[in-house]
Every structure is written in structure tokens, then in C-alpha cells.
């Protein structure tokens, strides 16, 4: 078994988990910048802590700790976050009737997204954006395949109410 301290492993364990994990946090709380500090602080925490973290922990510990860092920059910045999610705009050379349907879908679909609860949110994203599997979220989430079932099916049901053609 290899140590999590050995540059090789810790590499691995890197490559291996980055990718899920940013966008775990990503689609957790939607914000780009901020998840990509949580993976990176979350991996300085493993490195730092190499000699405590087993390598079947590391992917759990790293979870954990992206997640509570990410929670830490909510509470320091809720009202920033707001603020910065109601100013966001950009110009593009579609036409000014595809644009402005692309944007009301968006908003629609951004609105529907906001309105389901969290865990629902994250389950919805990670399997249909991420292609994740039922039981790989589940492990993630630490609940059963049962309750991931039953969260896809709530999210898909609230989602084909608020918008058609889903």
C-alpha cells in the first residue's frame, strides 16, 4: 500500500479525484472560482496532513474538506454572492431574438435549478451533467441508491412542471 506523503500517490489521488470533486462543489453551490479554491485548499489540507490520511480516506477527506471550506466562504460572503449573481451579463453577435430565448430559457432553467432543494439540485447535476451513476452519488452523499432514486424522480418531476420540454 502505497502512502499518501509519496508525491506518486499523492499525483494519482489528485488526478483521479480533482475533476469529481470541483464539480461536486461546483453543483453543490455554483460558483465557479470559489469551488476551484475549495479543491485546491482541500488538496494543500491532504498534503499537509498526509501522515494521518490513509489512501482509501483520501477521497472522503477530501469531500469533507472542499465542502466545509465551501461552507466557511458562504457564510464569509452571502451577501457578496448575492449581489454578484444579480449583476452578471455579457454581449454576444447572435441575433437579438435568439439571444434573448436563449437567455429566457436560462433563466428559466437557472430559476427551476434554484427552486429544488439542494440535495436534489446536486443529484440532478451530477448524474446528467457529470454522467454519474446512481450508486457513485449515493457513496458521495453517504445516503442509499434508494434515496438518490427518489431524489432524481422528485427533481425531474419539479423541474418538467416548471419548464417545458425536459
Sequence with gaps: MDNVCEERTFSSIFKTNSK???????????NEEKAHDAVQ???????????????????????T????????????????????EKHKGG???ESPEY??????????????????PENQRTTFLLNRVDGKKYAEIAAMEGVSVKAIEK????????????IEGI
Aim: hydrophobic share 45%; net charge positive.
Design 99 to 116: 439571444v434573448l430565448e436563449e437567455k429566457q430559457f436560462k433563466e428559466k432553467l437557472d430559476s427551476a435549478l434554484n427552486a429544488l
Design 41 to 63: 485548499e482541500a488538496f494543500v489540507k491532504l498534503w499537509e496532513n498526509c501522515a494521518k490520511v490513509t489512501q482509501e480516506k483520501a477521497k472522503s477527506y477530501l469531500y
Design 65 to 84: 474538506v472542499a465542502n466545509n471550506l465551501y461552507l466557511n466562504v458562504i457564510k464569509a460572503e452571502k451577501v457578496r454572492l448575492k449581489y454578484a
Design 151 to 162: 431524489r432524481m424522480h422528485l427533481a425531474l418531476k419539479s423541474l418538467r412542471e416548471k
Design 91 to 93: 454581449a454576444t453577435a
Design 20 to 30: 469529481t470533486i470541483f464539480n461536486y462543489i461546483y453543483y453543490k453551490y455554483g
